[in-house]
């Protein structure tokens, strides 16, 4: 479900700008700093654009690779011989953190907001474990995605907001592009809400998909190219990323259907704990959010005790913002825009007030 505001069309604007140089630190440099071990010195990681060698490549370091251990949640850390941080795994999580070359993210016609990062999310194909840097698969997996610019997560999500650009697998179906929030509520305004939910992965495609408990998602035609919040996650992190996906919010294990569903699952770790929906359960320590994590709203009232909007952390942008990207209603889908209120996750704004819990998958 997705906040409630009134409706703007869909300029046409450039999803994904790739800078020549992030100037500052990355998100990870700057919060793990604050939480390091005793004894271990912080350097500040910049990179580079193209992951050729150079003053911020990885290749170059001196010295061997090390590991330490991190709590609240709790996490692996490793270094490269200099110090700077080059992944960040998290135990009962799939999602990692890698240090890569440099990138920003922008949606220039719904906000001045501009992520610019060294940071790329991916995910394990186990979820992490103190210990499992010694494992071969990792060893493996690592080796296949250190400084690697394969599309990761954020790479997805930006290749469904406003005039992103269709992408065609070999049988043509269109599986990235431009994507809707949902169909027009044909109720207008009576119905309470300008737009419908409930458009999954599926409908967007616009073909069946079969899950593992042997139900079969269905698509309607009324919801092609639609995503809503918690369709949008679905298709970032499910179809595209391949985490498990769940017909329902209770068909056995996997990524659930609803945000609601999702924020009260057993998947991943609770980074910020759900210890309610209203206004004074509004969480205190959001420097414990990390790029990649999934953070979860309350927006309307009618959803009683339900959390009823999900979206995920893209990390702090150019004006000191912790900003989230999530498919909302105002915009009519994907969008780090301000529309109906700022993408931010600090301060007093719309979202941020809403904000009731996050989780790391």
């Known amino acids: 479900m997705a906040g409630k505001a ?47 060698r ?18 609240n949640p709790a996490r692996s850390v490793l270094r490269d011989g200099s110090g700077r941080i080059q ?16 990138r920003t993210f922008e949606e220039p016609t719904s906000t001045s907001s501009k992520v610019s990062t060294t940071d790329w999310v991916r995910l394990m194909p186990e979820p992490w474990k103190k210990g499992a840097e010694k494992k071969k698969w990792f060893k493996e997996w690592y080796a296949e995605y250190k400084n690697s610019k394969e599309a990761d997560l954020f790479a997805f999500s930006f290749q469904y907001v406003t005039g992103a650009a269709e992408k065609k697998d070999e049988e043509g179906l269109v599986y990235a592009g ?28 616009g073909r069946q998909y079969p899950f593992r408990d042997g139900a079969t998602g269905a698509p309607e035609a009324m919801r092609a ?20 996906l769940m017909s329902s919010d209770t068909s056995g294990d996997g990524l659930p259907r609803t945000a609601n569903g999702m924020a009260r699952s057993d998947e ?36 009683k005790e339900r959390l009823d909007h999900v979206g995920m952390v893209l990390g702090y942008d150019t004006e000191g913002h912790l900003i989230f990207v999530s498919s909302r209603e105002e915009v009519n889908g994907p969008t780090i825009g301000d529309v109906g209120g700022v993408s931010r996750l600090d301060g007093n704004g719309y979202y941020a007030k809403t904000l009731r819990s996050a989780k790391r998958l």
């Not at 150079?54 to 991190?70: I, T």
């Not at 190219?225 to 498990?244: E, H, K, N, Q, T």
Request: aromatic share 6%.
């Open 268 to 303: 991943g770790a609770d980074v910020l704990p759900l210890t309610g929906v209203a206004p004074e359960d509004r969480p205190s320590g959001i420097d414990q959010l990390q790029p990649g994590d999934l953070v979860f709203f309350k927006l309307d009232a009618r959803t």
């Open 225 to 244: 190219r639609s995503l809503d919040c918690s369709g949008f996650i679905r298709m970032v992190l499910g179809y595209r990323a391949r985490y498990p």
């Open 87 to 102: 992944a960040v795994l998290t135990d009962g999580a799939r999602t990692a953190t890698l240090t890569g070359p440099a």
């Open 54 to 71: 150079g003053s911020g490549s990885a290749s170059e370091d001196p010295g061997e690779a090390r590991w330490s251990r991190l709590e």
């Open 178 to 205: 431009d994507a809707n929030f949902g169909p027009l509520n044909p109720a207008g305004s009576e119905g309470g809400d300008l737009r419908l939910e409930q458009s999954d992965f599926y409908d967007y495609l």
């Open 6 to 52: 009134k409706k703007k069309s869909r300029p046409v604007v450039s999803g994904l700008v790739v800078l020549a140089l992030v100037g500052t630190s990355g998100y990870l440099t700057l919060e793990l700093r604050k939480q390091e071990e005793p004894g271990v010195t912080e350097v500040r990681n910049i990179g580079v654009l193209d992951g050729s």
